[in-house]
C-alpha cells in the first residue's frame, strides 16, 4: 500500500508559479512511476505529466509541454512538479498518482492517488 499526499497548492496571478509536492509512505515509492493528473469543475480528469520510476523519462500534455516540469527525489520519495507561465485554464485540483505497471498517460494505470491541491490562477 501507498499513501500520497500532495501539498503546495494555491492562489496564484496569471502568469505566476507554485510548486506542488507529493510525499509518498508505505511501500517503496521508488519502483513505481509516478503522475499528475488535474480536475477542473465540470471536467473529468486529465493527465498532466508522468515520470517513470528511475526519473530517466517523463511526459506531458501538450496543453502543459514547455511549462511544467516534473521530477522526483527517490531518496525523499517525493515527486514535484513545477508549474510555471500559469493561464486560468491551468485552475484545477491536481492529483498525485502512482503506477505499478509503469503508466503513463492513462489513469487507468495508476494504481494509488492522493487527496488533491486546489490550484487557482486568477486572470
Known amino acids: 500500500q501507498v499513501q500520497l499526499v500532495e501539498s503546495g497548492g494555491g492562489l496564484v496571478q496569471a502568469g505566476g508559479s507554485l510548486r506542488l509536492s507529493c510525499a509518498a509512505s508505505?511501500?517503496?515509492?521508488?519502483?513505481?512511476?509516478m503522475g499528475w493528473f488535474r480536475q477542473a469543475p465540470g471536467k473529468k480528469r486529465e493527465f498532466v505529466a508522468g515520470?517513470?520510476?528511475?526519473?530517466?523519462?517523463?511526459y506531458y500534455s501538450d496543453s502543459v509541454q514547455g511549462r511544467f516540469t516534473i521530477s522526483r527525489d527517490n531518496a525523499k520519495k517525493t515527486v514535484f512538479l513545477q508549474l510555471n507561465t500559469l493561464k486560468p485554464e491551468d485552475t484545477a485540483v491536481y492529483y498525485c498518482?502512482?503506477?505499478?505497471?509503469?503508466?503513463?498517460?492513462?489513469?487507468?494505470?495508476?494504481?494509488?492517488w492522493g487527496q488533491g491541491t486546489q490550484v487557482t490562477v486568477s486572470s
Open positions: 508505505g511501500r517503496t515509492q521508488s519502483s513505481f512511476a
Open positions: 515520470i517513470s520510476s528511475s526519473g530517466g523519462s517523463t
Open positions: 498518482a502512482a503506477s505499478k505497471v509503469g503508466g503513463r498517460y492513462n489513469s487507468i494505470e495508476y494504481d494509488y
